[in-house]
Every structure is written in C-alpha cells, then in structure tokens.
Nanobody, 114 residues
Framework: QVQLVESGGGLVQAGGSLRLSCVAS????????MGWFRQAPGKEREFVAR????????SYVDSVKGRFTISRDNAKRTVYLQMSSLKPEDTAVYYC???????WGQGTQVTVSS
C-alpha cells in the first residue's frame, strides 16, 4: 500500500503560481504512472495531469495545457505540479494518485482570487 501526502496549496492571486508536491511512502511509486486530479466545490473530481513511470510522457486536461507542468523525482518519491498563470476557475482541492491503484492523498486546497 502506498501513502500519499500532498502539500503546497494556498491562496494566490490570479496570474500567480504555486507548486504542489506529493510525497509517497510505503511501496515504491517508481514503476507507476502518477496523476493529479482536482475537485471544485459542487463539482465532480476531474483529471488534471498524468506522468508515466519515468517522466518521459505527460498528458494534461485542455484547460491547463501551457500553464501546468507535472514532473517527478523517483529518488525522492515525489511528484510535482507546477501551476502558473492561475485562474479563479483553478480553485479546487488537488489530489495526487497512483494511476489505477486506488491510492489517493488527502488533498491540498488551492484558492485563486480574482
């Protein structure tokens, strides 16, 4: 079983930046694709970004392309989400997950003010 802990969320003005981190403990994540998801108030959880096991392939939801970058450091068991040019509609709780495993973190709140 993998335990995931997200951090780095906070309150930022529109146009600002944040970097989220997701640290894994327990079983290694080195061989698994990892993803970031988000859930805004009153909405369903949605996919944001995905990275393959060695960082060689990434994908993003259209609404964040060109603004968000997912990366990973397997030696540190950490996955990152660099978020730039933030918009109020990016406000949500952000979760990281081991793709296909059912392992999720507790989430970190990101609030973007206009």
């Amino acid at each position: 079983q993998v335990q995931l802990v997200e951090s780095g969320g906070g309150l930022v003005q529109a146009g600002g930046s944040l970097r989220l981190s997701c640290v894994a403990s327990g079983r290694t994540i080195s061989y698994y694709d990892m993803g970031w998801f988000r859930q805004a108030p009153g909405k369903e959880r949605e996919f944001v970004a995905r990275i393959n096991w060695n960082g060689g392939s990434t994908s993003y939801v259209d609404s964040v392309k060109g603004r968000f970058t997912i990366s990973r450091d397997n030696a540190k068991r950490t996955v990152y989400l660099q978020m730039s040019s933030l918009k109020p509609e990016d406000t949500a709780v952000y979760y990281c997950a081991v793709i296909g495993s059912g392992s999720w973190g507790q989430g970190t709140q990101v609030t973007v003010s206009s």
